[in-house]
């Protein structure tokens, strides 16, 4: 009986797809969101075709803090570069980086960010650069978990993502980071390949070369994929409104509205609440990488789940 | 006897997956690239995540003469808003879309080319610009054929796409044309689904009007998917590198280069060159819309298959 009471056990845990996720309320909004728009013959099914999910990265699909990856590999690629510029030694933002001096970073403002992204992000080729940032990831350890950060992403959502999936769905990433950071690993580690990733971009330029056609990254911003701009990536990119949307900032928030509001037909809109210090990390208002504050006060409204990460994920990462 | 013959020509017609193609060199070209390609255990297998086809649309999808049917759209669109505009009758180049005076319309140059189509496509949502563009189809017609422009695609390329899906490949339309003129119709006529259509667009900005979102056309640049574009706009829509491409003029020169030069794996360029007046048209160097020039020049040395129209297709078009 002992046997039989395990083997039960063992297939009711194989027939939820989503372990990781505690009975709570955004748990089952998800499934209910999942089986209203699948289940034919009725008025709120929706083709699969139609069946488009949108998830922001940074804080939604792994961790933001203590800040952007991104920002770790512009600052590690200053370091790296500083042995070819013994100049930024007295040159701003370029010092900050190199003494890790967060706070003269923070005060060289939008243009040093920029000066330091476009400075370690362009003058090579778009396979010179997937290069450079597979390297990185490979051997780049995150300050807190001394871990690889393609291992900080959060196990509910990777079940999220494969669940959609499973129920024909088409995941995609929306992103207010590089397109061109986030492309070499989002296959692997989310099953979201480099097509169904939308981000911010700078400017690339075709040429050939020996014969050879190059395509070289250019210091000229392209595409700034963040607030009002996601719903406008969203629709180059894709060229129809998603129909479930997932973000934990105020940069998600027109994402959110785009998805949901003024449209026919079921849709779900969720944003992380980052609330777990011990596990993860607890900000929302205050915070320099993330900030969530106006979407969280008019998602009751717009009838948007908002995930209680402390009391809403049973496990954080997949290697607890 | 005879029944027998009879299903064994049947079955041989169903097997064969190109029946509108001649078995000359472009269909065995073709055919040997895919079985290259997807031969598992040798050296050139391709994972199907990398078999990415692209093809240009006008001219390679469907005919670019008289005139390039998203131009026919602007002109019919001038007409229409003329009631609202008397001041047209007298002001270039609305005057000559008017008159219907191509001479005067190609005297207006890019830029007269310019404010038509921003005149004509921009001012309204991005659902309402959809709406006007499916209107439009289900009633003009072309002025030779006295069909839907939507009739007017190729059998030959239609049984290409149908058959590099059905291997595998992911097809994606990179056209110079607008993509949101495309994408109201691509998945019901060539089964591509509107987020893998790479096209020109303009920029579009996102607010909330009384509550609902919206995403307004402006009347301002923001993409040229033409030429050394076409490698910039499947590198940002896409992500990876195609392993075959599909074209008919010099706009798609770029694109075949940046497809088949200098990566390594096997790898397919094709060319559609129109050579057949009678059923279709016959132009390449001297042509106002399609022009093939340089890249008919160089395309034995890049090893580029190209298609005479009149001798490698049996058909034409899908009703004939
Ligand atoms: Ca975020
Ligand atoms: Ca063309």
Redesign the interface.
């Known amino acids: 009986v002992a046997g039989l009471v395990v083997l039960a056990a063992s297939a009711l845990a194989q027939s939820d797809p989503l372990p990781s996720w505690n009975d709570t309320a955004p748990k089952k909004a998800i499934v209910a969101f999942v089986e209203r728009v699948t289940t034919q013959n009725t008025a709120d099914f929706v083709p699969e075709?139609e069946r488009?999910a949108v998830f922001d990265n940074d804080g939604t699909l792994w961790v933001e803090q203590p800040m952007y990856t991104q920002l770790a590999f512009a600052l590690d690629r200053v370091k790296l570069m500083a042995r070819q510029h013994p100049e930024w030694k007295d040159q701003q933002p370029f010092k900050a980086a190199l003494d890790g001096d967060m706070k003269a970073l923070a005060a060289a403002g939008q243009k040093g960010l920029a000066e330091l992204i476009m400075t370690t992000h362009a003058g090579m080729t778009?396979e010179q650069f997937q290069k450079i940032v597979t390297n990185w990831l490979a051997t780049a350890r995150d300050p807190r978990f001394k871990r690889p950060y393609t291992d900080l992403v959060y196990q509910p959502m990777l079940e999220l993502l494969a669940y959609l999936r499973a129920n024909g769905f088409?995941t995609f990433i929306v992103s207010g980071g590089g397109?061109?950071f986030l492309?070499p690993w989002t296959?692997q580690v989310y099953g979201v390949?480099?097509?169904?990733?939308i981000g911010s971009?700078i400017k690339?330029?075709?040429?050939?070369r020996d014969?050879?056609?190059i395509?070289l990254r250019l210091p000229d911003v392209?595409f700034v994929d963040d607030k009002?701009?996601k719903?406008?990536g969203i629709?180059?990119?894709?060229?129809?409104r998603p129909i479930a949307a997932f973000g934990n900032s105020d940069g998600d928030l027109?994402m959110l509205?785009?998805t949901t509001?003024?449209a026919s037909g079921p849709r779900f809109g969720m944003l992380v609440h980052h609330t777990d210090a011990e596990r993860e990390y607890a900000y929302d208002r205050q915070t320099e990488f993330g900030r969530l504050d106006q979407a969280l006060e008019i998602a009751p409204d717009n009838g948007w789940t908002v995930v209680d990460m402390k009391a809403d994920w049973k496990t954080i990462f997949p290697w607890e």
Not at 193 to 197: A, L, S
Not at 204 to 208: A, R, V
């Open positions: 075709s488009i778009v088409k397109v061109e492309r296959e390949p480099p097509e169904q990733v971009s690339t330029k075709f040429s050939m014969g050879v056609p395509l392209n009002a701009g719903p406008v629709n180059e990119a894709i060229g129809r027109q509205e785009w509001l003024g």
